[in-house]
Structures are given as structure tokens and as C-alpha cells.
């Protein structure tokens, strides 16, 4: 057993990065693999009201945050979501992370013109875990191949040209091929500039119960003090950015049903060292797995 003091210590370098559970734990889909085990019912994270959100995009400015990203769940189940990018892309860059089956074409045209007219960046990361109905489907859920791909049309056909985020459960995807089939795939689907982004799993939530508990963390896979010895190392997220959900503040996006992993009510109050204690932490540093764009 170890004590939090074997840990590595990360030192906070400067809120460069503010995330929004916007809709908490609720989302449209449940798949297998969500970290953090989001689906229609499970609101552990209800949404954020939109006075919450307004008090937050306050308190990140203040502290001189240079880009937003939302999150869920599912963002586009909030039902003020244009109101939320409005004000969001009022104070900076702003990416959001979707399923896309949402965005029917009206909100696609929204979204098109709202990024026309953004005087900051504005990006959709759009997951797809799969180069065929089969491959994401056994992931996602029955049917959400076609809806997805469905989406990004609308989308494309709107002018815009999302990150598509792949979530290498089948391992094969992150290797040249699998990549060179998710452009093709994107290709023929009139992405001619395709843009992948692709992130090891994370072994939690649901993800540590598929394939019958095989996928979680084994004892090594924690971080040690000499893991990382310089607390002021800048090579995970967390030193520059926090989370922010209905229930107060957290690290990163990974952790937040993590027992013991909340740091504080007020953003403000979060911008400290942490701890690096958390079987995810390893993923994040062995893999250099980002959540960022
Ligand atoms: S992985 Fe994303 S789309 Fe799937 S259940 Fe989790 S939040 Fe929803
Ligand atoms: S899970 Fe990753 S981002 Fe979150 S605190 Fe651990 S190392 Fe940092």
C-alpha cells in the first residue's frame, strides 16, 4: 500500500486551459469505453445551469484562461448550448467535444456561421471509434456508425472540417493502416483535408468493466516518484488547465469520478500542486495522452 507521499507532486503553472462538464455525466449514448461511464441516465454530474457557467467564464478571465473546451456527456444536450458557445466564444478559443448525432442541420448551419463570425478559434472534435459499422458500433452502440458519419456530412456540408477523435480501443486503428483507413474513409466522405486525433484509452468507468474487468489498471501501472522527479515538469495537461462541473472543480477531464480527485468549490481555489495518484495518471504519462486538440 502506497502513501500519497510516494506520489509525484505536479506544480500548477498557469490556467491556460478551462474545461466545462457542460452536461455533466449525461450523454445520448453509453459506450463501453467512456471513462468516465456517461449515459442518458447517469447525471453523478448534472448539467451546468447556465448562471453556474456565466460565473465560471467570469472566474476563468480572471484568472487570464486562453482557451475553453466543453465536454460531457454530450454538450449538444444542454438546451441553452448556443447561448453557452456564445458567451464561451466571446472571451476566447473554444473546442468542443461531441458524438455529433446531435447537430442536425440547422445547428450544423448555426455552428457554420457562428465560426465565420468568432473572433476567436472555434473547433468540433467529433469521435468515431471505428472504419466501419462493425468496428465502432461494437464500441458505441448499434447504429451510431452510420449516425456519426451522417453528422460529419452535415457538418462538411456546411463548410466546417472537424477533428475526428479516435479512441484506439482496437489497437490496430492507431497503426499506419488503421490511420491510412480513417483517411480514406474521411476522403470519401468529402473531407479532402482530413484531421485525426488519436488517444490510447483510459482504463476507468466503464472502460474498466469491458471484456469483463480485463482492461483495468494492473499495481505497476502507477506513478512513482521517479516517474517524474521535477514537480515543474509541463509535460501533462494538468499543469495548466482544471475542469469544471456542476459539483465543483477538478484536475483534468479524466478524473471526475475519481474518489478523493475533487479539489474545490471556486476555480480559484484549485490552482495548486496536485497529486499524481491516480491509476489514469500513468496513461496520461506513458502514453502522452493529452485530452487537448
Ligand atoms: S464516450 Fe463520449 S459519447 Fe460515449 S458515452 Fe462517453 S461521453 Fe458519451
Ligand atoms: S489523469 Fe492525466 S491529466 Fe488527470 S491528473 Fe492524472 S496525469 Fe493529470
Redesign the pocket.
Known amino acids: 500500500m502506497q502513501d500519497l507521499q510516494d506520489y509525484p507532486t505536479?506544480n500548477f503553472q498557469h490556467l491556460d486551459t478551462l474545461w466545462l462538464q457542460v452536461t455533466g455525466t449525461l450523454c445520448n449514448l453509453a459506450c463501453l469505453h467512456c471513462f468516465i461511464s456517461c449515459g442518458p441516465k447517469n447525471d453523478n454530474h448534472p448539467m451546468m445551469s447556465l448562471s453556474l457557467i456565466k460565473d465560471t467564464l467570469k472566474a476563468a478571465a480572471t484568472q487570464g484562461t486562453r482557451e475553453y473546451y466543453f465536454t460531457g456527456g454530450e454538450p449538444f444536450l444542454h438546451p441553452e448550448i448556443k447561448e453557452i458557445i456564445s458567451l464561451t466564444l466571446a472571451q476566447g478559443p473554444l473546442t468542443i467535444l461531441t458524438n455529433a448525432i446531435l447537430i442536425d442541420d440547422e445547428m450544423a448551419s448555426w455552428l457554420a456561421k457562428t465560426f465565420e463570425d468568432s473572433p476567436y478559434s472555434f473547433d468540433l472534435r467529433v469521435s468515431l471509434d471505428g472504419t466501419t459499422p462493425e468496428e465502432n458500433d461494437t464500441i458505441r452502440g448499434r447504429g451510431t456508425f452510420v449516425q456519426i458519419i451522417a453528422a460529419i456530412e452535415r457538418l462538411v456540408g456546411h463548410g466546417l472540417n472537424p477533428v475526428i477523435t479516435v479512441t484506439t480501443c482496437h489497437a490496430e486503428l492507431a497503426a499506419d493502416e488503421g490511420r491510412q483507413k480513417f483517411i480514406e474513409l474521411l476522403k470519401a466522405h468529402n473531407i479532402t483535408q482530413p484531421r485525426l486525433k488519436f488517444l490510447m484509452p483510459?482504463k476507468i468507468g466503464r472502460e474498466s468493466r469491458r471484456k469483463g474487468g480485463e482492461g483495468c489498471y494492473t499495481p505497476a501501472e502507477r506513478?512513482y516518484l521517479e516517474d517524474v522527479p521535477d514537480p515543474n515538469s509541463d509535460h501533462?495537461?494538468?499543469d495548466s488547465?482544471r475542469m469544471v462541473t456542476a459539483h465543483g472543480v477538478w484536475?483534468?477531464?479524466?478524473?471526475i469520478e475519481e474518489e478523493g480527485?475533487r479539489m474545490s468549490d471556486a476555480l480559484e481555489d484549485s490552482l495548486h500542486p496536485?497529486k499524481?495518484n491516480?491509476s489514469?495518471?500513468y496513461?496520461?504519462?506513458v502514453g502522452g495522452?493529452?485530452?487537448k486538440t
Open positions: 505536479l483510459f506513478l501533462l495537461q494538468c488547465c484536475p483534468c477531464p479524466i478524473l480527485a496536485i499524481l491516480y489514469a495518471c496513461t496520461c504519462h495522452v493529452s485530452c
